[in-house]
């Protein structure tokens, strides 16, 4: 393992932890992508995959944002759906449209087609990405890495794309639950291998995306989704305890309990959950992070510095990490991030030092 530049700012690291911080840490969800000009002059050369398959590429993207921002995190430019294409699925990035998956999973038969794959050299390209990034942030910031949920993987496996409803997945969960249940847990072994390695190569703490819990029922989401997630923050935890594991269920207001019961030390708050609620159930078992509705990003930067301010009220100075409740939106205007970033940076110092 090569020896990496020391940090200089180990805010959100610190934040992760419930500890005490001088002020709020701040990253937002999809920093790096198309909201920026510059990553769109780099996209107009290249294929989304093509980008994110190049190392010196992804950390081209990773730090665009951190040039341009004081941000407290940096997350690796990749993309979730690189496990499906290595457990053996095409999948085609659409202008416009999205992801594609022109030969999806159509019934428990093609679990068959799924390979298991090596880690190391099939995703070698993300992890060269992570510890090149590591070297260039050269201490300025943690870096995070990710990957999907084991629901939200599936989903798209079986679904082939994005859905309104994912009806296709859901036949699977309620008319097929074994075969569900092996899809899950091949896909949960290939994330855990995965995440390790990422840690390994330089990711100083990690996130998991589960984007479509919101679809999911209480009793669906404890069946499917929570032993798997489970499984994934234990491993860590036994293998990295000192990495920190942030989860980030989308509209699964009803989870909060049962993740705050998980080894996940940081839950990730879309912008319709009120913190307060959440602070009182989480308790002091997880750190928050979120969770500004990212279209406040539309409003005028005093509006922005507003809404802020009143994000950082209801969560409080300590054991948050500031985010917005879901990605940055390719229509963004990059000088409305830097009010948000500002605006956190400004208000939540004076904060911490008044508590
Ligand atoms: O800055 C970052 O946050 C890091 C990079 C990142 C991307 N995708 C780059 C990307 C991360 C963390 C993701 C995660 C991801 N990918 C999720 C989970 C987060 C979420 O939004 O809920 C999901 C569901 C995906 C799957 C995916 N990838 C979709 C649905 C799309 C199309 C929609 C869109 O935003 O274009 C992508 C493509 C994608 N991933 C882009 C970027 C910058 C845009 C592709 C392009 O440049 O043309």
């Not at 769109?40 to 040039?67: K, Y």
């Not at 890495?145 to 994005?162: D, N, Q």
């Not at 330089?202 to 489970?230: E, H, I």
């Amino acid at each position: 393992m090569s020896t990496f530049p020391p940090l200089k700012n180990n805010l959100l690291l610190r934040a992760a932890r419930g500890l005490h911080t001088e002020r709020t840490p701040v990253w937002m969800m999809r920093q790096a992508g198309r909201y920026l000009p510059e990553y769109r002059a780099l996209r107009a050369e290249d294929a989304f995959f093509d980008v994110v398959r190049t190392p010196e590429l992804a950390a081209e993207v990773t730090l665009q944002p951190l040039e341009r921002f004081p941000l407290d995190a940096a997350i690796i430019f990749s993309d979730i759906l690189v496990v499906p294409q290595v457990m053996g699925l095409t999948v085609e990035m659409i202008k416009g449209k999205g992801p594609h998956f022109p030969d999806p999973l159509r019934s428990p038969q093609d679990l068959k087609r799924l390979r298991t794959p090596d880690i190391k050299s099939d995703l070698g390209y993300v992890l060269e990405a992570l510890t090149l990034t590591r070297h260039r942030l050269d201490g300025r910031a943690p870096l995070i890495g990710f990957v999907g949920a084991p629901w939200t993987l599936m989903a798209y496996m079986i679904e082939g794309g994005g859905s309104k409803t994912f009806s296709k997945a859901k036949t699977w969960l309620f008319g097929l639950p074994e075969a569900a249940h092996a899809l899950l847990g091949q896909i949960t072994d290939v994330l855990c291998q995965f995440l390790s390695a990422q840690i390994e190569a330089g990711a100083q703490t990690v996130q998991v995306f589960d984007s479509w819990a919101g679809l999911l029922s209480p009793a669906v989401f404890q069946a499917f989704a929570l032993p798997y997630l489970n499984r994934i923050a234990f491993y860590l935890q036994e293998n990295h305890p000192e990495v920190p594991r942030i989860v980030f269920a989308k509209g699964a207001h009803y989870a909060l309990p049962a993740l705050a019961a998980t080894d996940f030390d940081v839950i990730g708050l879309d912008w319709t959950m009120d913190p307060r609620k959440a602070r009182r159930l989480v308790g002091a078992q997880a750190a928050l992070q979120g969770n500004l509705d990212p279209s406040t990003l539309y409003a005028a930067p005093e509006q922005i510095h507003d809404a802020v301010h009143e994000m950082l009220d209801a969560f409080g100075p300590v054991g948050h990490i500031a985010n917005l409740g879901h990605g940055m939106h390719p229509d963004h205007d990059p000088e409305h991030a830097r009010a948000f970033v500002e605006a956190v940076q400004g208000y939540s110092h004076a904060f911490a030092s008044v508590s």
